[in-house]
């Protein structure tokens, strides 16, 4: 955010630096410490005008583009039911463990994974003893 903020500020100052090339002629380098150049020789003051204004723009751009998301893939992968790491460059075409037969997971994603396998098999429990009953699917029936 830093960055394009900075290059906005960076790209309107060049403009301006070139618009002021071309309309006075004169470049003021650093204000107060160096002589103000007088560009009135040949077309030196237009050249200097548009390459002040064309990096003006390309600043412009640097704050303004739109930048792709790139996917970072996880170094590691772990199994829900072993716990076995796995490198994601050996696995990323199948993500199954070698060992169990379980579903590999990010290390991220991970807790959360077991704790919803850990209530799928309570529930199982629970419907096996009578405790609860299982769900019944919503289903709606299209009717003509």
């Given at each position: 955010m830093f960055s394009r903020i900075f290059n906005f500020l960076i790209g309107m100052m060049f403009i301006f630096y070139g618009i002021f090339a071309l309309?006075?002629?004169?470049?003021?380098?650093k204000p107060g410490m160096a002589p103000i150049t007088d560009l009135n020789f040949g077309y030196l003051w237009l050249i200097a005008g548009f390459l002040l204004i064309g990096f003006g723009v390309a600043f412009l751009y640097l704050s303004f583009r739109s930048e792709k998301r790139i996917k970072n893939y996880p170094l590691f992968l772990r199994c829900v039911g072993c716990g076995k790491f796995y490198n994601f460059?050996?696995?990323k075409e199948n993500p199954i463990c070698k060992a169990c037969g379980e579903k590999l997971v990010k290390e991220d994603e991970y807790e959360n994974a077991i704790n919803q396998k850990e209530a799928e098999r309570l529930r199982a429990e629970r419907i096996a003893n009578g405790i609860i009953k299982p769900k019944k699917s919503k289903r709606k029936v299209k009717r003509k």
């Open positions: 309309t006075l002629k004169k470049i003021n380098t460059s050996d696995v």
